[in-house]
């Protein structure tokens, strides 16, 4: 099994779908779909907008070079990590001021 059949698996066993599942999605045959996961087909570039779209996931995420070592995060994690990061921001202008109020003090 290739890369991008690795991914293609983990992405549909993350997603608990089955391989009928999606071939449904793609509205092609088992077979084909399988023919992808195991590498005996190769994809072009359509056929690759195909599967990222019906994984929700960019086209990087199949082609990943480590297989199956990547994160897809869901909305709710990506917001989670956008207020830790304003968090970390307010406290390093915090930092700042205060870093420039010891200054002048001296």
């Known amino acids: 099994m290739n890369t991008v059949g690795l991914n293609l698996k983990k992405l549909r066993k993350d997603k608990r779908w089955s391989q009928s599942t999606v071939a449904d999605k793609l509205k092609i045959s088992i077979p084909a779909y399988s023919k992808m996961e195991t590498g005996a087909s190769i994809m ?17 995420i199949i082609l990943c070079v480590e297989a199956g070592k990547y994160e897809v995060f869901n909305s709710s994690q990506i917001q989670e990590l956008k207020n830790k990061i304003s968090i970390i921001d307010q406290e390093l202008i915090d930092l700042r001021i205060r870093a420039i109020e010891l200054y002048n003090k001296r």
Do not use: D, G, Q, Y
């Open 44 to 60: 072009n570039i359509t056929r690759m907008k195909e599967l990222a779209e019906v994984f929700e996931v960019p086209a990087n």
